[in-house]
């Protein structure tokens, strides 16, 4: 017995030192995935209510920048905002959580820091935005603030024209700043096809008709998607309805995105960062009526 003990000890180190590479491994691996550049993501939506003799508007959706150390900082969103402008977005739309709040990081940027980082993002119709939950946990008005500053109005339960679309900016659903009614009377003015933007998907039950596309974030499409597993997590009341991507309902389209940041770990897996491009034209020129 002791002679084959003796035999089986190189094994046994084998097997732990193989262990201990695939632990150190694993992090390296989900911090490469985390700061990839974000895959661009494509989607169309028609209108039946668009203009006629207008051309489609492409619409840049971003998503959860959680703006921190190390995963990523101003050099990497300028990074990031040249991948966008090089799409030519005639709109660029910013779904919330600019900020990061985690624990494990090595470095927290003010509001002055993370609004100078938007700067780079260029679109002829406008840069818009709406604040996230950790947004508001960590400082809502005056993240709002320095945003506005940087030239990216922060809409709050409000519509504003953009071009041809109706943009209706709702504020944070989780952290009970939404405002459904508030942003119905501040579109009720407005013509044309209306298009949503909150920070998450989870307000989509809760709008009326006319809203018929929605734009968002959140979930981080999962942000750790396991193999046999799925997702360890959505963030989202209502499970896998609204985890991820393109989602059609009878009356309505939501796009979710996954983001570009992280939160939590700064890790990725099954999850990469993306960014949409959606067109929105008339049912003569894309898919998918609304």
């Known amino acids: 017995m002791a002679r084959r ?30 700061t990839a550049d974000p895959v661009v993501r494509h989607a169309n939506v028609a209108f039946r209510s668009w203009p006629a003799d207008t051309p489609p508007v492409r619409v840049a959706l971003l998503a959860d920048l959680h703006i921190q150390g190390p995963d990523l900082g101003p050099e990497r969103m300028a990074r990031i905002a040249e991948q966008v402008n090089a799409q030519k977005p005639d709109l660029i739309l910013i779904a919330g959580d600019l900020s990061g709040d985690r624990t494990l990081r090595t470095r927290l940027y003010s509001e002055a820091e993370i609004a100078a980082a938007l700067k780079g993002f260029k679109a002829p119709l406008g840069v818009y935005a709406v604040l996230g939950n950790h947004d508001h946990w960590r400082d809502g008005p005056a993240m709002r603030r320095a945003v506005a500053a940087a030239g990216i109005p922060v809409l709050v339960n409000q519509a504003v024209r953009a071009g041809p679309v109706t943009l209706a900016g709702i504020d944070d659903i989780h952290t009970r ?9 501040s579109a009720a003015a407005l013509p044309g096809p209306t298009v949503v933007l909150s920070h998450s998907p989870d307000i989509a039950p809760l709008l009326p008709p006319r809203f018929g596309l929605v734009l968002a974030g959140h979930t981080h499409c999962g942000q750790i998607v396991l193999p046999l ?8 009341r209502y499970g896998e309805r609204y985890a991820c991507g393109l989602v059609r309902e009878p009356g309505r389209t939501t796009i979710v995105s996954a983001g570009l940041g992280t939160s939590v770990l700064p890790f990725r897996f099954g999850a990469p960062p993306d960014f949409w491009m959606v067109t929105l034209g008339p049912l003569a020129r894309v898919a998918s009526p609304r």
Do not use: W
């Open 5 to 34: 003990t003796g035999r089986q000890r190189p094994q046994v180190k084998r097997i732990l030192a193989v262990l201990l590479l695939l632990a150190l491994a694993v992090p390296v691996l989900g911090y490469v995935n985390a």
């Open 177 to 185: 700043n939404a405002d459904v009614e508030a942003l119905m009377r």
């Open 229 to 236: 597993i799925g997702y360890l997590a959505t963030a989202s």
